[in-house]
């Protein structure tokens, strides 16, 4: 779906869920039940490539035949380790299960992801991205594709064609423009909201125009905390952006770019100023009049997810029913 057409949809289809693939699947599926009975619209699953995560193709597979409404998004699936061929054929089958449910978002994790835990060699990440999203796009749209690539060689044939949504993941400016020259939609995760007004949609709006293909929708991560204490919102926000900034270096990179150099020495000022630019909290008035105001800025969609406080499993519900309460 475009960009334009993502903001002619009711708010409710706008705003997602995301859970984190770090428990028992057991707990994730009742999660995504529990998401559809409030009346969320979309969740977003993603593993990350952590060994602890559950699989997010093989949660879909089995949420798809316990719900019957809700979209199933992926945000992400490192591409990596996965060849496209068998990215396709898990596709394939998630699709039959869910048919016009499945949006795929994949990306090419980092480099800490791919190369230190993986043990496999990254090189010309964007540049992999870009030939993977065209040989998945060959096979699930177009049925069979012949490709001379220089990470991917061959002819992959195929006789079915199902146009799945395909998503990547962005963070830098030019993360941002090959979303907009390739993909059906760019994810962002954990960036600050003025970074993505000023800095990534621009981007994502230049490689559409370059490649003369309407403009993708962005998919906005946020964190939502359900309190009016800022301290204890500001708290708990600044060690997840600590770890993030701490563990992947392209963050660090980010962060220092945007302005911000020593959030990752732990520079409590910075941590704060991101914090207050990546976290929605307050009351639940509040909080939807800021998820109003974020979907009429420029951000097509949004992907929530649950920074807890106080009570994890109270406040996870709350969530659920703001959102599925939201305009329809």
């Known amino acids: 779906m475009l960009s334009a057409a993502v903001r002619e949809r009711p708010l409710r289809d706008r705003v997602g869920v995301t859970i984190l693939a770090n428990q028992a699947t057991g707990d994730i599926l009742a999660a995504i039940r529990e998401a559809e009975q409030a009346g969320v619209q979309q969740v977003w699953v993603g593993d ?10 093989t949660i879909f597979a089995a949420a798809a035949t316990q719900t019957e409404r809700i979209r199933l998004g992926t945000s992400i699936v490192a591409a990596y380790p996965r060849h496209p061929l068998v990215m396709a054929r898990q596709t394939l089958a998630l699709h039959d299960l869910a048919p016009g449910r499945v949006r795929l978002g994949i990306g090419p994790g980092g480099r800490a992801v791919i190369e230190d835990w993986h043990g496999l060699s990254q090189t010309a990440p964007r540049s992999y991205l870009k030939e993977y999203v065209e040989v998945l796009r060959g096979l699930l749209w177009e ?3 012949s490709y001379q690539g220089r ?27 090959l979303a907009g020259e390739i993909a059906d939609g760019a994810l962002s995760y954990l960036c600050p909201v003025p970074y993505l007004q000023q800095i990534a949609l621009p981007a994502l709006r230049a490689g559409a125009e370059a490649k003369s293909r309407p403009v993708p929708p962005i998919a906005a991560h946020l964190l939502v905390a359900l309190s009016t204490n800022e301290a204890t919102v500001l708290a708990s926000a600044r060690q997840q952006i600590y770890f993030v900034a701490q563990s992947f270096e392209q963050y660090a ?9 020593e959030a990752v020495n732990g520079d409590e000022a910075q941590l704060d100023v991101l914090a207050r630019s990546i976290v929605i909290s307050g009351d639940e008035a509040s909080i939807c009049s800021r998820v109003r105001e974020l979907v009429t800025s420029g951000l097509d969609e949004l992907q929530l997810q649950l920074l807890p406080i106080a009570n994890e499993a109270r406040e996870r519900k709350q969530l659920l029913q703001l959102i599925g309460s939201l305009e329809a």
């Open 151 to 177: 990470f991917f060689k061959g002819m992959f044939p195929s006789t079915r064609t199902v146009r799945v949504p395909l998503l990547i993941s962005a963070l830098g400016a030019k993360g941002f423009r």
């Open 143 to 145: 049925g069979a594709t």
């Open 253 to 261: 990179r980010l962060f220092a770019q945007i302005g911000w150099p």
């Open 48 to 57: 990350m490539g952590w060994a602890n995560y559950a699989d997010t193709l």
